[in-house]
């Protein structure tokens, strides 16, 4: 075999040499470059796992964010129609109760005037019935020609208009 290998040219002494050199530069450079290199690729690796995983709580946080806001939103919402509906309830409310108020006022102005006629009507019946008397008397004094006293007169011509009346 030294000898194909001194055909081929090749130093053995150099072969060995060479590959006591390539071994030593493979350990050096597996202790101190590929180490680094080794520990920089799991450190990148972490670094990357770790972003993902941020990323991921980021997102969480994110639809756990949306889904607060809807719940407000919605709990605004119906907040709000309730504010609506009792406004519109009292306002309702308060239109019923003016309406009412109204309509009383509009009765008691009727009975008011409908009492202040009647107490006209009696008074003018009691005037008439006072003219009346007044008449009577006139009359029969011409027709008798004497006179009986006032207060007599008046209380026989009563008693005849309430006999009428």
Same mark, same amino acid.
């Given at each position: 075999?030294? *000898?194909?290998?001194?055909? $081929?040219?090749? /130093?053995?002494?150099?072969?060995?040499?060479?590959?006591?050199?390539?071994?030593?530069?493979?350990?050096?450079?597996? #202790?101190? &470059?590929? !180490?680094?290199?080794?520990?920089?690729?799991? @450190? %990148?690796?972490?670094?990357? !796992?770790?972003?993902?995983?941020?990323? #991921?709580? +980021?997102?969480?946080?994110? &639809? *756990?964010? @949306?889904?607060?806001?809807?719940?407000?939103?919605?709990? =605004?919402?119906?907040?709000?129609?309730?504010?609506?509906?009792?406004?519109? =309830? #009292?306002?309702? $409310?308060?239109?019923?109760? $003016? %309406?009412?108020?109204?309509?009383?006022?509009?009765?008691?102005?009727?009975?008011?005037? *409908?009492?202040?006629?009647?107490?006209?009507? *009696?008074?003018?019946?009691?005037? $008439?019935?006072?003219?009346?008397? @007044?008449?009577? +008397?006139?009359?029969?004094?011409?027709?008798?020609?004497?006179? &009986?006293?006032?207060?007599? /007169?008046?209380?026989?011509?009563?008693?005849?208009? /309430?006999? &009428?009346?």
């Amino acid at each position: 075999m030294d *000898q194909v290998i001194e055909k $081929l040219g090749i /130093d053995s002494k150099m072969l060995v040499f060479s590959a006591i050199n390539f071994l030593i530069v493979i350990v050096l450079l597996n #202790k101190f &470059l590929f !180490s680094r290199i080794g520990k920089f690729v799991e @450190d %990148r690796k972490q670094i990357i !796992s770790q972003s993902l995983e941020n990323a #991921k709580k +980021i997102q969480e946080s994110l &639809l *756990q964010t @949306d889904e607060e806001k809807e719940k407000i939103i919605k709990q =605004a919402s119906a907040e709000a129609n309730s504010i609506i509906s009792g406004a519109k =309830a #009292k306002a309702l $409310l308060e239109t019923n109760e $003016l %309406r009412e108020k109204a309509t009383n006022n509009i009765k008691e102005q009727e009975e008011q005037s *409908q009492m202040k006629i009647e107490a006209e009507r *009696q008074q003018m019946i009691n005037e $008439l019935k006072e003219k009346v008397a @007044d008449l009577a +008397i006139i009359a029969t004094e011409k027709i008798i020609d004497e006179k &009986l006293d006032e207060t007599r /007169d008046k209380e026989i011509i009563n008693k005849y208009l /309430d006999k &009428l009346g």
